[in-house]
């Protein structure tokens, strides 16, 4: 596992170095036009894209038949791979959460629950867009994984036209949904890995 | 006790169809598994290593089912796949970290004395790589964690000369130890010639013989003779037949041929060409 997770570390880092320069460029607009929401958006994303990238690059080297000839067995491989999703997960946070309560001027509190919720919808996008991913591939699931993108948007959009009222929620209900749905997104994660499981052990090398 | 035992093991494709095919590889040996493209050597090397499922038949690695078979048996395997092989940003120093901590048994000492005799430069990446560095890379890699069955699929091709028989010799060091067998597959089959004790023979998903080296060139002979005397031998002991301007090859079960005849002996080449184009019976 450790071996895999350092694989896919060091297989990044070259690739990586050119999105630091992203990374820095909406840093500095999000610090001078106070969009510091746009940052940790951007880099939240960024975080959940790397794994994906990770296994474009596996699929392209064919490593994953290779890696199974190895005392490595199909779970160790789903597994590092949501386990590298979480490590670049977290760091994001960390960063969001720090660049929030600096650049924002909002408190502890607030700037806390702006990164969980990134990351919340972070993970919930990765949980369902990952075992897509094994079952067709990197390049086959990019269309799927544009969809799943943009179809909150489209559902809302549609929604507004046709005369649904967006009205601001009160403030209980969004303290009801804070509180339950890191459980959704956690139960969620968990149900996804073992269906990731079940998709990658029946796949034909 | 068997390396590796395969027992009418088929797998279906809707084009294709591994049929029954039964290999045993005694501990201590080579074997070189030929074939031409699409025969079905790849496909029964994946089989062995559990990449895809098989419809029936059973497969043992050292000993145990190929399926059930836990880690500490996968540490002994050393595989060298055609086309699979790392991300391509990586080195190999970077390698040798990863594979640290994939093997129990990793030498980083053995892994960089194969890469040095392997000359592969420590600051290009994968991507850099020629095919043949590639195979090279992967052998060390296979070695490099002191295996017992090694498990090669056209682990040669792609590879100049000199440096085929560089990893010829590896290979031939390798196998001094009782213990250690090697399965090859290749299409390069003097490289066989050269060190394998028994050759498979797999034509259209079906194996065709599996003899050990010195069987093979006592049974088969390449006979040259006009076709009157051609028709005067038993057709059973005929394999197959070329015939051109200068008069007919055959080739025959020569211990079986009596009479006096010019029978040349045939390279595992020769025995495959006959094979596959000549209308074997």
């Known amino acids: ?205 | 006790m068997n390396a590796l035992k395969l027992e009418n093991v088929t797998k279906k494709y809707d084009s294709f169809t591994l049929d029954n095919i039964n290999i045993e590889l005694p501990q201590g040996c080579i074997m070189g598994f030929v074939g031409e493209n699409g025969a079905g050597k790849s496909t029964t090397i994946k089989l062995i290593l559990d990449l895809i499922r098989r419809d029936g038949g059973n497969i043992e690695i050292l000993g145990q089912d190929n399926i059930k078979v836990g880690k500490e048996i996968r540490e002994d395997i050393g595989v060298v796949l055609d086309e699979a092989c790392f991300h391509e940003n990586l080195n190999h120093v970077q390698i040798a970290k990863v594979m640290k901590n994939i093997y129990k048994t990793w030498d980083d000492k053995n892994f960089e004395s194969l890469v040095s005799k392997f000359s592969l430069d420590p600051k290009k990446t994968v991507k850099e790589y020629s095919r043949g560095m590639k195979m090279k890379l992967s052998i060390a890699v296979a070695l490099a964690h002191s295996p017992k069955l090694l498990i090669l699929d056209e682990a040669t091709s792609g590879l100049d000369p000199i440096a085929r028989d560089e990893i010829l010799d590896v290979f031939f060091d390798f196998i001094q130890d009782e213990q250690h067998s090697i399965f090859m597959s290749s299409h390069i089959t003097s490289d066989l010639e050269k060190i394998c004790d028994y050759i498979t023979f797999i034509h259209k998903g079906k194996i065709v013989f599996c003899h050990t080296k010195d069987e093979l060139s006592e049974t088969y002979g390449i006979l040259k003779c006009s076709q009157e005397e051609l028709d005067r031998i038993d057709k059973s002991l005929i394999k197959g037949i070329r015939k051109n301007n200068f008069g007919i090859e055959a080739l025959v079960l020569r211990d079986a041929l009596k009479g006096n005849f010019i029978i040349d002996n045939a390279s595992i080449e020769e025995i495959m060409l006959f094979f596959v184009k000549e209308n074997v019976k």
């Open chain 1, 1 to 205: 596992m450790k071996g895999l997770i350092l694989k896919d570390l060091m297989g990044l880092k070259k690739f990586s170095k050119n999105y630091l320069i992203f990374i820095l460029f909406y840093a500095v607009i999000g610090l001078f036009s106070n969009m510091y929401a746009l940052f940790s958006g951007f880099i939240m994303v960024f975080a959940f894209m790397l794994p994906i990238t990770a296994v474009s690059f596996d699929e392209r080297s064919k490593w994953d038949s290779y890696a199974l000839t190895m005392p490595i067995s199909r779970k160790d491989i789903v597994l590092s791979r949501y386990l590298l999703g979480l490590i670049f997960a977290g760091a994001a946070v960390v960063i969001c959460f720090v660049y929030t309560l600096i650049t924002s001027g909002e408190n502890f509190g607030t700037s806390l629950l702006l990164s969980g919720a990134f990351f919340l919808v972070g993970m919930l996008f990765f949980s369902i867009i990952f075992p897509i991913l094994l079952k067709v591939g990197v390049e086959k699931g990019r269309l799927t994984m544009i969809i799943i993108f943009l179809l909150p948007t489209v559902i809302i959009m549609t929604l507004s036209k046709i005369g649904f009222d967006f009205s601001k929620p009160s403030e209980q209900t969004l303290m009801t949904i804070a509180w339950i749905a890191p459980f959704v997104v956690i139960a969620i994660f968990v149900a996804s890995i073992f269906l990731s499981f079940r998709i990658y052990s029946k796949k034909e090398m």
